[in-house]
């Protein structure tokens, strides 16, 4: 459960002990209207396609997901046991809601889905990831998107 | 993730998250955040329901039309598997007798029996669904069994990943073995399960799950730093520290 009160006591000890990394202001950039807004994922799962190179402890790289990319060719190699993946086993969107993305553009209800997604390895310092994501925000604009959506593990 | 957001959005971008740790997201306050009371792990809650996972899209989307932020709204629905759940039972018997387990040779002859039960609903499952997780190790399903049991004899397999540290090898073979296990026992009829249920049996119930245990006994102390990381910390859930009696 993600309600702290129902997890194991070690696990909501070690989570409620993790730093957080601290900014002294939160930006807002204001996104398009619904039918204009071309969406990006970007997951913290050590999502990759099956060719890629698996992720290790520390990894602060990320690895890129074409939006063609199959059911079967996405597999994980976060190297942490300590959330489920049996929700990912039985279907993918539990994780990384590409289905349900492109099920919206059909509808109208958001303007489009990026040519590529992108995935981190969550078990890494905030901080690691920084110069990455300000990467990954060129190489995401010159795809056209205008709005991420990130969704953690 | 809520620091990613802060980098991606400094960066032009609008950014809406799922948050899954709702301390966390207070903390670091990223532009705009919906916090689910699912499990870590499944960020759009339930597995195989489209329309539930598209109400918790939709209302992290949704957050984007806010004026003002930083903005963290509270998803209203648990997921259907967080609900009373009945009695949990893999149709398949795996049941092996307790006496069996306890030498090292009968205990690995037992996994690789179990392996072998459940191939032809692992096989099954990945015609009906299209896709498999299991392969990350590079290892082939055949060869799974005796790369992992040699982690509890005195003589450690050779590493099939040369570019990886053997310690990186095992962790990621003992993923595809969960996964295994996982698509294999969620193909048989009334067997989804939640993940405490899947997971109570696979680390209570199955030879797989107490050889883990006893492959982290065996190198919790080990001289090879890696292997030594690996054992503790990376096989057996932090939640789950003992066998169950």
Partial sequence: ?153 | MGGLAHYLEREGLATTQISLIRIHTEKIKPPRALWVSFDMGRPLGEPNDAAFQTRVLSAALGLLDEKEGPVLKDFPEDAAYMGESGPWACPVNLAVPQEDLGEEGKLIAAFKSEMNQLRNWYDLAVERRGRTTVGTSGIGLDELPDFIGAFLTDALPPNPNPAFHLGHSLNLATDDLKAFYTEAVTAQPGCAGTPDQLGDWFYGQTAAGKLLYAIRDKHARSDDRFLRLVARALLIPSARPQPPA
């Fill in chain 1, 1 to 153: 459960m993600a309600r702290m009160e129902h997890m194991h006591e070690g696990t909501r000890t070690h989570l409620e002990n993790l730093p957080c990394p601290a900014f002294e202001t939160t930006p807002s950039v204001q996104a398009p209207p619904a039918g204009q807004r071309r969406v990006a994922i970007v997951s913290t799962a050590g999502l990759h396609q099956r060719s890629d190179r698996p992720f290790g402890v520390g990894s602060d790289d990320y690895r890129v997901i074409p939006g063609d990319v199959t059911a079967n060719d996405l597999v994980m190699s976060h190297v942490s046991t300590n959330f489920d993946r049996t929700g990912f086993q039985q279907d993918l969107n539990v994780l990384f809601p590409l289905d349900r993305l492109r099920d919206m553009a059909r509808r109208g209800e958001i303007g489009g889905v990026a040519s590529y997604h992108y995935s981190f390895m969550g078990a890494t310092e905030p901080e690691k990831m920084e110069t990455a994501a300000r990467a990954l925000a060129k190489l995401m604009k010159d795809d056209g998107v205008n709005v991420v959506l990130l969704v953690p593990v």
